[in-house]
Nanobody, 120 residues
Framework: VQLQASGGGLVQAGGSLRLSCKAS????????WEWYRQTLGHERELVAK???????NYADSVKGRFTISKDNGKNTFYLQMNRVKPEDTAVYYC???????????????WGQGTQVTVSS
């Protein structure tokens, strides 16, 4: 599978931004759609996750401000970022957790990352 992330950019604190991640290619059964972020010198952290069941969970730092969603028809999932803060500045990565029960094999695929910069 190939993941193409987009939507990053420069936004003022308090503003909104929507990231998109389009999946293409050979897609297995998806177990989870995920967004991560990483800043220089820090480990990549999970920001938002949607399980196949529809259950979602979020990092404490973004709860109530960010929302993960998906459009199955477009093979695209999103991260809506509202009331952004300077500390949300990071490179954001989308990821898919997939499984092929026939093989069986599980994998996590990553998008290329999109920069989000929040100015104060």
């Amino acid at each position: 599978v190939q993941l193409q992330a987009s939507g990053g950019g420069l936004v003022q604190a308090g503003g909104s931004l929507r990231l998109s991640c389009k999946a293409s290619g050979n897609i297995f059964t998806i177990n989870a759609w995920e967004w991560y972020r990483q800043t220089l010198g820090h480990e990549r952290e999970l920001v938002a996750k949607m399980a196949r069941s529809g259950d979602t969970n979020y990092a404490d730092s973004v709860k109530g401000r960010f929302t993960i969603s998906k459009d199955n028809g477009k093979n695209t999932f999103y991260l809506q970022m509202n009331r952004v803060k300077p500390e949300d500045t990071a490179v954001y990565y989308c990821a898919l957790d997939e499984i092929n029960y026939d093989v069986p094999i599980a994998r996590r695929s990553w998008g290329q990352g999109t920069q989000v910069t929040v100015s104060s």
